[in-house]
């Protein structure tokens, strides 16, 4: 891991970019440190720098969390496949025709899961080698069918704040059957891109003994500021 920028923000938060191979990313630290490390993942496609997620980190950072995020393969600024662009296109051309999107949608996020995986849990084994960053290790971000992965395949994270707004390919709603920590589910009731009933199916297919599920009315952005509040609280209980 090799740290190419860094800056100490008003509220003590130590925010720096990094490399891990091909892999860019970035990482929050608090002014206390060992600090337990949180894995922040955006919806897929959209870059690290969203400004909603840096946001989300800087605030969790300072209260007392490692929190890092990268760039996933054919996100943000890392080059994207003639397959990816394709599913993109039809994806843009099906929804302005109002045609069904679920198998366009299976094609683009499934494979963008499968390579995502492995970069996330090699950004994590060198994260943990810092001096400032320990376990146990959370997971919180819009990308739920990501979190859902690593969930299964990643026994270091003990729990997860997962937000019902994005697709979830079939693969990954039978895993969640296997998920068994603890999870805070975000549900907006009218997000229009996202059926409610497939959003409260997923909720109810969970395996874990400890769930629990956040509703409010308003579209897709419209998520509740005191919701990164509640999700910190939730964090604390299950990391610190």
Request: hydrophobic letters at 40%.
């Amino acid at each position: 891991m090799h740290f190419t920028s860094e800056q100490r923000l008003d509220d003590g938060v130590l925010e720096r970019e990094f490399t891990l191979g091909e892999i860019p990313g970035s990482l929050w630290t608090p002014g206390s440190a060992p600090a337990p490390l949180v894995l922040m993942a955006h919806n897929n496609g959209l870059p690290k720098a969203d400004p909603r997620l840096v946001a989300r980190a800087r605030y969790t950072a300072a209260r007392g969390y490692a929190v890092a995020t990268i760039d996933a393969a054919g996100c943000g600024d890392r080059p994207r496949s003639a397959a990816d662009e394709q599913a993109r296109a039809d994806l843009r051309r099906a929804m302005q025709a109002g045609e069904p999107v679920d198998e366009i949608f299976e094609s683009l996020i499934g494979p963008l899961v499968d390579n995502a995986v492995p970069e996330w849990r090699a950004t994590l084994d060198a994260l943990l080698e810092l001096p400032g960053v320990r376990g146990p290790v959370g997971y919180s971000g819009g990308w739920t069918a990501l979190g859902i992965r690593l969930a299964v395949a990643e026994p270091r994270i003990a729990a997860a704040g997962f937000f019902a707004g994005g697709y979830v390919p079939r693969a990954q709603r039978e895993e969640a059957r296997q998920v068994t920590i603890p999870l805070l589910f975000l549900l907006q009731w009218d997000d229009a891109g996202n059926p409610r009933r497939r959003a409260l199916d997923l909720f109810d297919a969970f395996g874990s003994e400890e769930k629990t599920l956040h509703a409010n009315l308003g579209g897709h952005t419209g998520t509740p500021w005191f919701e990164l509040e509640d999700g910190c609280r939730f964090l604390d209980r299950h990391l610190k």
